[in-house]
């Protein structure tokens, strides 16, 4: 009898062991470096925008946050390398919502948004400026739609890449105005600023940091945003919404974990980030025309959740589809 109780203690001393040793790694964590994954090359408000983020949660924990840039595909490969990891919380996914997108579009199977990954944390938004050619004739949006309308299709709009915000946003301002247009598609930002620049294309839906050094060098006019309310980096321009009410679009950065993250380090995670939020990184942010948008776990799922069914709707309704 007595053996056989010291055997079942034992078993369950074993059993207990694993446990307790998760949940010390728990208490203890980051002990060690922390691969932050970053979908797409280097430059760009992603990549600016995650280094910042990184620096700061490697000040605050006195560990090194290592950014890794694994692009591809759209964003697909770095994700699923991510939704793939060991959930212990030391490899993270910074990406913007073309990576919450990208499973709408993209042949075959790739990752599940809410299946795969753990929303630890909504960083910033970033409204989109509505920039044209200086050969367009037009000081709006409405002349702009009017424009359009005169030469039905051959309003040649540029896009970063399918079902990037820009696209999408393009895709709500013909939803709201009704103007239809042709799509340019193009690898990245930079080259779809030249041929903007040069007149090759008439409109580009983008990040206001991408336009704004270029606005102010009087290569290309800014008709709106894509904000609710004006952008105090640039209170002169309008947005969207005030030509076409309801209208409102962002790109949006946030970070993830892989789905099973213990609990305790993801809402870890989330403190810190909001914390990074109330230091300078706030002004840097709003520097570059970016909103700081601190929130708890539940705040990022559903904003999430929203934003996924707008753009499934978009995207239904405009039959965009992957290459």
């Known amino acids: ?27 203890k964590y980051p002990s060690h470096s922390v691969t932050v994954i970053i979908p797409f090359p280097p430059g760009g408000t992603l990549d600016t925008v995650g280094r910042m983020l990184a620096q700061r949660l490697g000040e605050q924990t006195g560990q090194t946050f290592v950014v890794e840039n694994r692009a591809g595909a759209g964003g697909v490969i770095g994700g699923q390398a991510v939704a793939r990891a060991n959930p212990d919380g030391y490899t993270l996914l910074f990406s913007a919502s073309t990576f919450a997108m990208a499973p709408m579009v993209a042949k075959g199977a790739v990752y599940d948004v809410d299946r795969d990954f753990k929303a ?3 960083v910033a938004k970033a409204p989109l400026s509505v920039a044209v050619s200086k050969s367009v004739p037009a000081k709006n949006v409405a002349e702009l739609v009017a424009y359009g309308k005169a030469q039905p299709g051959g309003l040649k709009m540029a896009i970063g890449s399918v079902a990037s915000a820009g696209h999408l946003a393009v895709e709500l301002l013909k939803s709201k105005s009704g103007v239809d247009y ?8 930079s080259p779809a600023y030249n041929d903007l620049i040069g007149g090759r294309i008439d409109g580009f839906i983008d990040p206001i940091l991408g336009s704004l050094q270029f606005a102010k ?3 290309l006019n800014v008709l709106a945003v894509t904000s609710a309310a004006r952008v105090p980096s640039m209170p002169e ?3 969207v919404g005030e030509t076409y009410p309801g209208y409102e679009f962002y790109s949006w950065y946030g970070l993830w974990a892989p789905a099973k993250v213990p609990e305790a380090i993801a809402e870890f995670l989330n403190a810190e980030v909001n914390k990074a939020l109330t230091t300078d990184m706030d002004a840097r942010l709003r520097a570059q025309g970016l909103l700081p948008t601190p929130g708890s776990m539940a705040d990022f799922r559903q904003f999430q959740t929203n934003d996924m069914a707008v753009v499934q709707k978009l995207i239904t309704e405009g039959g965009i589809r992957g290459e």
């Open 120 to 122: 630890i944390a909504l």
């Open 237 to 239: 321009v309008p947005t």
């Open 1 to 27: 009898m007595f053996k056989h109780k010291l055997f079942t203690l034992l078993a369950a001393g074993c059993c207990l062991l694993p446990v307790a040793q998760a949940q010390d790694a728990t208490r």
């Open 217 to 219: 060098a009087g290569q």
């Open 182 to 189: 042709t799509v340019i598609q193009y690898k990245g930002s």
